[in-house]
C-alpha cells in the first residue's frame, strides 16, 4: 500500500507555544489530506480536510485560527497547532487520499503531542 | 450525517477462534464506502478491507471478510483463525457520497486474543 509519514512522531511543549507537524505521502500523490485527533481510549475525529493549493476545510467545533492548516504540494500537508495549551494534547494523525476507484486512504503513523 | 455504532467495547477471544467485530451504520447517502481499520497499541492505523454500497459480494481480504447486510445497514468484520497478534483496537469507518470526504469512524472494539 501508499506510504504516509508524519514528522514529529511525538512532541512535548510548554502552553503558550506554537508546534508544526508534517504529513507527507511518500509514494503517491495525495491531492486531497485529511487531519484526525485521537483522544485516549477515544475514536478518530475528523478535524479538517486540505486540498492542495487551496484552504482547508474544517470540521464544527475545529477552530481555523488554532489549527492552521497548509497543504502546499501534493505530497505535504502541515498542521500547526498555535498557543498550545493543554487541552490540545492528543494525538494528531493525518491520512492521504489516493484517488481511484476505493478512493482509499492511508495513514500516518500519527504525532503525540503533550502540551505542558 | 453519517454515524457508526460499534457496540462491543472489548471482545476476548481463543486464538486460533473465528471472531466477528459488530458494526452497524446510519446514512442518508445513496452510495458510500464502508472500511474497517486496525489499530494496534503503537498508535497507526492498518486498513484492513473496503466495502462499496454498490458492490453485490462481500469483500474479503486474507483472513478478513466483510460481512454485508445492506438492508440492516450492517457491516461485520469476521476474522477466521485469530492469532495473537491479532489483538488491537478495530475501527468501522465509512465515507459519503463524496469519495473526496472524510471518514467518519465508530468508537472502536478493543480485541484481545488469548493464548
Known amino acids: 500500500g501508499a506510504v504516509v509519514s508524519q514528522h514529529p512522531s511525538r512532541v512535548i511543549c510548554k502552553s503558550g507555544t506554537s508546534v508544526k507537524i508534517e504529513c507527507r505521502s511518500l509514494d503517491f500523490q495525495a491531492t486531497t489530506m485529511f487531519w484526525y485527533r485521537q483522544f485516549p481510549k477515544q475514536s478518530l475525529m475528523l478535524m479538517a480536510t486540505s486540498n492542495e493549493g487551496s484552504k482547508a476545510t474544517y470540521e464544527q467545533g475545529v477552530e481555523k485560527d488554532k489549527f492552521l492548516i497548509n497543504h502546499a504540494s501534493l505530497t505535504l500537508s502541515t498542521l500547526t497547532v498555535t498557543s498550545a495549551h493543554p487541552e490540545d494534547s492528543s494525538f494528531y494523525i493525518c491520512?492521504?487520499?489516493?484517488?481511484?476507484?476505493?478512493?482509499?486512504?492511508?495513514f500516518g503513523p500519527g504525532t503525540r503531542l503533550t502540551v505542558l | 450525517a453519517q454515524k457508526i455504532t460499534q457496540t462491543q467495547p472489548g471482545m476476548f477471544v481463543q486464538e486460533k477462534e473465528a471472531v466477528t467485530l459488530d458494526c452497524t451504520y446510519d446514512t442518508s447517502d445513496p452510495s458510500y464506502g464502508l472500511f474497517w481499520y486496525k489499530q494496534p497499541s503503537s498508535g497507526e492505523m492498518i486498513f484492513l478491507i473496503y466495502q462499496g454500497s454498490y458492490d453485490q459480494q462481500n469483500a474479503t481480504e486474507g483472513r478478513y471478510s466483510l460481512n454485508f447486510q445492506k438492508a440492516r445497514k450492517s457491516a461485520n468484520l469476521v476474522i477466521s483463525a485469530s492469532q495473537l497478534g491479532d489483538s488491537a483496537m478495530y475501527f468501522c469507518?465509512?465515507?459519503?457520497?463524496?469519495?473526496?470526504?472524510?471518514?467518519?469512524f465508530g468508537k472502536g472494539t478493543h480485541l484481545i486474543i488469548q493464548p
Open positions: 491520512s492521504g487520499r489516493l484517488a481511484g476507484a476505493n478512493n482509499e486512504q492511508f
Open positions: 469507518a465509512m465515507r459519503g457520497l463524496r469519495g473526496a470526504d472524510g471518514l467518519t
